[in-house]
């Protein structure tokens, strides 16, 4: 079973910022967070990997809170190509195990 | 820097019938996983390589599916005798690492398989 929790889906208007939440309430103090994404027809495509910081690259950024219990993903300004499927993970250290992941619709 | 190639991106077949799919990782990625990915679902693992070695099979209904990664590059996951309720994409993902505290895994397209 997955070990994150997250909505089934969001929407978001175009232009604007996109957080999506992610729940692991059972993460160990080694288990970093991965979230990827997959638009229609495509495989996974990653976005962003943390510990316990925050991280920030060019495509998002990843907020983890102190107890590391949930994170959010934020697409600082969404646009009609971010419209995906997204999956927030939590990594055993050898293999990840994907929930049915978030469906975000950016709206124009 | 090229990514996972996989082929075909679509099969149709019959059921009972047998299909393989083949799978090209990022070179240097020691690591080779196989996915399942149904309609709706996000992706199961089927099995992972660390070069020529079978890390973990657990999840790979071993009755029919078979996979092989000779040399430690290219692999391929084969199906025999299919039956209706495989019909899904077949994922192939590499990653430079295994087991180590980051994992990045990068993916191909897949193939879509159909059973009819």
């Known amino acids: 079973d997955a070990k994150t929790t997250q909505p089934t889906s969001m929407d978001c208007a175009e232009g604007r910022a996109a957080n999506l939440p992610c729940n692991h309430s059972?993460?160990?103090?080694?288990?970093?967070v991965y979230w990827y994404r997959q638009i229609h027809s495509q495989g996974p495509q990653y976005i962003i990997h943390?510990?316990?910081n925050n991280e920030t690259n060019e495509m998002a950024s990843l907020i983890i809170t102190e107890d590391r219990k949930s994170s959010t993903l934020i697409l600082p300004h969404a646009t009609l190509r971010d419209t995906a499927v997204y999956y927030c993970?939590?990594?055993?250290?050898?293999?990840?195990?994907f929930g049915p992941g978030t469906r975000l619709s950016v709206l124009p | 820097e090229a990514g996972v190639a996989q082929s075909p991106r679509y099969k149709i077949i019959e059921k009972r019938q047998s299909v393989a799919f083949w799978c090209n990782p990022i070179?240097?990625?020691?690591?080779l996983y196989w996915y399942q990915q149904i309609l709706g679902q996000g992706p199961k693992l089927l099995i992972q390589?660390?070069?020529?070695?079978?890390?973990?099979d657990s999840q790979l209904p071993k009755d029919r599916f078979s996979a092989e990664r000779l040399k430690g590059v290219d692999s391929t996951l084969k199906i025999q005798p299919a039956k209706l309720e495989d019909s899904a994409v077949y994922l192939c993902?590499?990653?430079?690492?295994?087991?180590?505290?980051?994992?990045?895994?990068?993916f191909g397209p897949g193939t879509r398989l159909t059973v009819t």
């Open positions: 943390g510990l316990k």
């Open positions: 390589f660390q070069n020529n070695g079978v890390v973990d």
């Open positions: 993970i939590v990594d055993y250290g050898q293999n990840f195990v």
């Open positions: 070179s240097g990625h020691a690591t």
């Open positions: 059972t993460i160990s103090g080694n288990e970093y």
């Open positions: 993902a590499s990653s430079l690492v295994w087991a180590g505290r980051e994992n990045e895994q990068y």
